[in-house]
């Protein structure tokens, strides 16, 4: 991704410190709506690719959600030694409770959480064997460096998938 070019208004490599602030702020504010925005926003398909993209984890993998969100997606996922990273606090309060509470249920250990940023991931080198990122590589302030610190975290031969919109 050398060298920035916009198009139709749109940098893909990345946005400003102070719009990914603004973007961040109003992504909390939906959160009593974030799934009902996301099926509206992908004409009800979101749940249809959730569950394509669930088919890449087997059980007993080490799995990272990149901008796991409220947990829509995380809460689904089944028998793999999860963890889920978000920026947001706030999102990482939802997602925990909406997360532990599927995982109790099916008597599985509970997640990992880390607030951070794709741009830093606070983990060690080598650690999964799947990385996802759902809906969210789209709001990473720099593409290219969130790709290197995603791959940095994967084990060799790992997968990272993303599914996005728009």
Known sequence: MAGRSATGGYDPSGI???EWEILESQLEESIPNY???NRLMTFGQDSVWRKNVRNHAKA???VLEVGCGPGSFAEDIENVDLTCLDPSEEMLK???KRVEAARKSRGEEPAEYVQAIAESIP???N????VFC???FRD???KEKGLQEILRVLKPGGQLVICDAG
């Open 16 to 18: 400003d410190l102070h």
């Open 134 to 136: 759902l809906f969210s």
């Open 94 to 96: 939802v997602a925990r």
């Open 127 to 130: 650690t999964f064997d799947r």
């Open 60 to 62: 007993g993998m080490k």
């Open 140 to 142: 990473f302030q720099d």
């Open 35 to 37: 799934d009902r925005v």
């Open 123 to 125: 983990l060690p080198d």
